[in-house]
T-cell receptor, first 115, second 113 residues
Framework: DAGVIQSPRHEVTEMGQEVTLRCKPI?????LFWYRQTMMRGLELLIY????????DSGMPEDRFSAKMPNASFSTLKIQPSEPRDSAVYFC?????????????FGSGTQLSVL | AQSVTQLGSHVSVSEGALVLLRCNYS??????LFWYVQYPNQGLQLLLK??????LVKGINGFEAEFKKSETSFHLTKPSAHMSDAAEYFC???????????FGSGTRLQVQP
Protein backbone atom coordinates (compact mmCIF):
# COMPACT_ATOMS: atom_id res chain seq x y z
CA ASP A 1 0.00 0.00 0.00
CA ALA A 2 1.30 3.47 -0.86
CA GLY A 3 0.15 4.98 2.40
CA VAL A 4 -1.43 8.40 2.80
CA ILE A 5 -0.21 10.68 0.04
CA GLN A 6 -0.06 14.44 0.40
CA SER A 7 0.86 17.08 -2.13
CA PRO A 8 2.68 19.30 -2.46
CA ARG A 9 5.46 18.54 0.05
CA HIS A 10 6.38 22.20 0.21
CA GLU A 11 4.41 25.29 -0.69
CA VAL A 12 5.66 28.84 -0.58
CA THR A 13 3.19 31.57 -1.34
CA GLU A 14 2.59 35.23 -0.74
CA MET A 15 0.09 36.64 1.67
CA GLY A 16 -3.33 36.93 0.11
CA GLN A 17 -2.92 34.07 -2.31
CA GLU A 18 -5.10 30.98 -2.37
CA VAL A 19 -3.47 27.75 -1.25
CA THR A 20 -4.79 24.24 -1.86
CA LEU A 21 -3.38 21.22 -0.08
CA ARG A 22 -4.23 17.74 -1.27
CA CYS A 23 -4.56 14.35 0.34
CA LYS A 24 -5.18 10.81 -0.85
CA PRO A 25 -6.07 8.48 2.03
CA ILE A 26 -5.31 4.79 2.16
CA UNK A 27 -7.77 2.85 0.05
CA UNK A 28 -10.59 1.45 2.18
CA UNK A 29 -10.14 3.91 5.01
CA UNK A 30 -13.41 5.63 5.86
CA UNK A 31 -12.07 8.36 8.12
CA LEU A 32 -9.84 11.24 7.07
CA PHE A 33 -8.32 13.83 9.41
CA TRP A 34 -6.56 17.12 8.76
CA TYR A 35 -4.07 18.27 11.41
CA ARG A 36 -1.90 21.37 11.60
CA GLN A 37 1.47 21.42 13.36
CA THR A 38 3.09 24.62 14.60
CA MET A 39 5.78 25.34 17.15
CA MET A 40 3.44 27.38 19.26
CA ARG A 41 0.35 25.18 19.27
CA GLY A 42 1.69 21.71 18.49
CA LEU A 43 -0.60 19.32 16.61
CA GLU A 44 -4.16 20.54 16.28
CA LEU A 45 -7.09 18.78 14.68
CA LEU A 46 -8.69 20.97 12.03
CA ILE A 47 -11.45 18.76 10.65
CA TYR A 48 -12.32 15.14 10.04
CA UNK A 49 -14.51 13.30 7.57
CA UNK A 50 -16.39 10.01 7.69
CA UNK A 51 -17.37 8.51 4.34
CA UNK A 52 -16.63 11.85 2.67
CA UNK A 53 -18.91 13.81 5.04
CA UNK A 54 -17.41 16.43 7.37
CA UNK A 55 -18.15 15.38 10.94
CA UNK A 56 -16.30 17.86 13.13
CA ASP A 57 -14.87 21.11 11.79
CA SER A 58 -14.66 22.89 15.12
CA GLY A 59 -10.90 23.11 14.79
CA MET A 60 -10.97 25.08 11.55
CA PRO A 61 -9.47 28.43 12.55
CA GLU A 62 -11.72 30.72 10.57
CA ASP A 63 -13.72 31.14 7.40
CA ARG A 64 -10.56 31.45 5.34
CA PHE A 65 -10.13 27.71 5.78
CA SER A 66 -12.29 25.19 3.96
CA ALA A 67 -12.01 21.45 3.41
CA LYS A 68 -13.74 19.12 1.02
CA MET A 69 -13.81 15.44 0.29
CA PRO A 70 -15.48 14.94 -3.09
CA ASN A 71 -14.83 11.20 -3.11
CA ALA A 72 -13.31 8.47 -0.99
CA SER A 73 -9.86 8.88 -2.45
CA PHE A 74 -9.33 12.63 -2.38
CA SER A 75 -9.55 15.55 0.00
CA THR A 76 -8.47 19.18 -0.18
CA LEU A 77 -7.76 21.83 2.40
CA LYS A 78 -7.99 25.34 1.01
CA ILE A 79 -6.87 28.61 2.54
CA GLN A 80 -8.15 31.77 0.90
CA PRO A 81 -6.71 34.32 1.44
CA SER A 82 -3.57 32.99 3.09
CA GLU A 83 -1.79 34.87 5.87
CA PRO A 84 1.72 34.51 7.35
CA ARG A 85 0.26 33.02 10.54
CA ASP A 86 -1.00 30.08 8.48
CA SER A 87 2.59 28.94 8.00
CA ALA A 88 2.75 25.44 9.43
CA VAL A 89 3.01 21.78 8.51
CA TYR A 90 -0.36 20.37 7.52
CA PHE A 91 -0.88 16.64 7.95
CA CYS A 92 -3.52 14.39 6.58
CA UNK A 93 -4.25 11.07 8.30
CA UNK A 94 -6.68 8.23 7.76
CA UNK A 95 -8.12 5.24 9.60
CA UNK A 96 -10.41 2.47 8.54
CA UNK A 97 -13.11 2.49 11.21
CA UNK A 98 -12.52 5.64 13.21
CA UNK A 99 -12.52 3.79 16.52
CA UNK A 100 -10.91 5.66 19.39
CA UNK A 101 -8.26 2.95 19.87
CA UNK A 102 -7.39 2.71 16.21
CA UNK A 103 -4.02 3.57 14.69
CA UNK A 104 -3.80 6.73 12.62
CA UNK A 105 -1.87 6.58 9.36
CA PHE A 106 -0.24 9.91 8.59
CA GLY A 107 0.98 11.38 5.35
CA SER A 108 4.36 13.09 5.15
CA GLY A 109 2.80 16.51 5.46
CA THR A 110 2.81 19.76 3.50
CA GLN A 111 5.18 22.45 4.73
CA LEU A 112 3.39 25.74 4.04
CA SER A 113 5.21 29.06 4.15
CA VAL A 114 3.20 32.23 3.65
CA LEU A 115 5.42 35.25 3.06
CA ALA B 1 -12.27 17.26 28.32
CA GLN B 2 -9.04 15.35 27.91
CA SER B 3 -5.45 16.41 27.52
CA VAL B 4 -1.88 15.22 27.74
CA THR B 5 1.14 16.99 29.13
CA GLN B 6 4.62 16.05 28.03
CA LEU B 7 7.29 17.17 30.47
CA GLY B 8 10.41 18.37 28.72
CA SER B 9 10.33 19.66 25.18
CA HIS B 10 13.91 18.45 24.65
CA VAL B 11 15.65 15.41 26.10
CA SER B 12 19.26 14.50 25.39
CA VAL B 13 20.78 11.12 26.21
CA SER B 14 23.97 9.33 25.35
CA GLU B 15 23.94 6.36 23.04
CA GLY B 16 23.31 3.26 25.13
CA ALA B 17 21.68 5.17 27.98
CA LEU B 18 18.13 4.80 29.23
CA VAL B 19 15.47 6.80 27.44
CA LEU B 20 12.61 8.16 29.54
CA LEU B 21 10.02 10.45 28.00
CA ARG B 22 7.25 11.61 30.31
CA CYS B 23 3.55 11.89 29.60
CA ASN B 24 0.74 12.67 32.00
CA TYR B 25 -2.87 12.61 30.93
CA SER B 26 -6.12 14.09 32.07
CA UNK B 27 -9.35 12.32 31.23
CA UNK B 28 -12.70 12.01 32.93
CA UNK B 29 -13.28 8.60 31.35
CA UNK B 30 -10.99 5.61 30.82
CA UNK B 31 -8.48 6.72 28.22
CA UNK B 32 -6.78 5.18 25.27
CA LEU B 33 -3.17 6.36 25.18
CA PHE B 34 -0.69 6.42 22.34
CA TRP B 35 2.91 7.25 21.60
CA TYR B 36 3.75 8.39 18.08
CA VAL B 37 7.19 9.14 16.66
CA GLN B 38 8.04 11.69 13.99
CA TYR B 39 11.33 11.44 12.14
CA PRO B 40 12.58 14.52 10.28
CA ASN B 41 10.46 15.46 7.30
CA GLN B 42 8.10 12.56 7.85
CA GLY B 43 4.62 12.02 9.18
CA LEU B 44 3.88 10.50 12.56
CA GLN B 45 4.12 6.75 13.08
CA LEU B 46 2.56 4.74 15.87
CA LEU B 47 5.05 3.38 18.41
CA LEU B 48 2.60 1.77 20.80
CA LYS B 49 -0.84 2.15 22.31
CA UNK B 50 -2.64 1.36 25.54
CA UNK B 51 -6.22 0.16 25.21
CA UNK B 52 -6.80 -1.35 28.68
CA UNK B 53 -5.69 -4.88 27.84
CA UNK B 54 -2.38 -4.68 29.74
CA UNK B 55 -0.76 -1.87 31.67
CA LEU B 56 2.72 -2.53 30.27
CA VAL B 57 2.70 -2.04 26.53
CA LYS B 58 5.52 -3.02 24.23
CA GLY B 59 5.98 -1.24 20.96
CA ILE B 60 8.29 -1.15 18.00
CA ASN B 61 12.03 -0.49 18.10
CA GLY B 62 12.39 -1.67 21.71
CA PHE B 63 10.17 1.00 23.25
CA GLU B 64 7.64 0.31 25.96
CA ALA B 65 5.28 2.31 28.15
CA GLU B 66 3.46 1.64 31.38
CA PHE B 67 -0.01 2.90 32.15
CA LYS B 68 -0.25 4.03 35.78
CA LYS B 69 -3.74 5.10 36.67
CA SER B 70 -2.80 6.26 40.16
CA GLU B 71 -0.24 8.63 38.69
CA THR B 72 -2.21 9.41 35.49
CA SER B 73 0.98 8.70 33.60
CA PHE B 74 2.05 6.87 30.48
CA HIS B 75 5.81 7.33 30.29
CA LEU B 76 7.80 5.97 27.37
CA THR B 77 11.03 4.10 28.00
CA LYS B 78 13.78 2.29 26.16
CA PRO B 79 16.64 0.59 28.01
CA SER B 80 19.37 1.56 25.57
CA ALA B 81 19.22 4.51 23.20
CA HIS B 82 20.38 4.21 19.63
CA MET B 83 21.36 7.02 17.33
CA SER B 84 18.41 6.16 15.10
CA ASP B 85 16.02 6.97 17.97
CA ALA B 86 16.63 10.69 17.50
CA ALA B 87 13.21 12.08 16.61
CA GLU B 88 10.23 13.87 18.07
CA TYR B 89 7.86 11.86 20.22
CA PHE B 90 4.22 12.64 20.81
CA CYS B 91 1.90 11.33 23.48
CA UNK B 92 -1.79 11.31 22.58
CA UNK B 93 -5.10 10.49 24.26
CA UNK B 94 -8.54 9.44 23.16
CA UNK B 95 -11.51 7.59 24.63
CA UNK B 96 -14.51 5.57 23.53
CA UNK B 97 -16.88 7.77 21.61
CA UNK B 98 -14.22 10.20 20.46
CA UNK B 99 -12.87 9.75 16.96
CA UNK B 100 -9.94 12.16 17.03
CA UNK B 101 -6.76 12.12 19.07
CA UNK B 102 -5.55 14.94 21.30
CA PHE B 103 -1.79 15.26 21.09
CA GLY B 104 0.76 16.53 23.55
CA SER B 105 3.25 19.21 22.59
CA GLY B 106 5.97 16.71 21.77
CA THR B 107 9.44 15.90 23.11
CA ARG B 108 12.48 16.07 20.88
CA LEU B 109 14.95 13.32 21.69
CA GLN B 110 18.61 13.84 20.91
CA VAL B 111 21.04 10.94 21.13
CA GLN B 112 24.68 11.86 21.62
CA PRO B 113 27.43 9.53 20.42
Amino acid sequence: DAGVIQSPRHEVTEMGQEVTLRCKPISGHDYLFWYRQTMMRGLELLIYFNNNVPIDDSGMPEDRFSAKMPNASFSTLKIQPSEPRDSAVYFCASTKNGRANEKLFFGSGTQLSVL
Amino acid sequence: AQSVTQLGSHVSVSEGALVLLRCNYSSSVPPYLFWYVQYPNQGLQLLLKYTSAATLVKGINGFEAEFKKSETSFHLTKPSAHMSDAAEYFCAVSHTGRRALTFGSGTRLQVQP
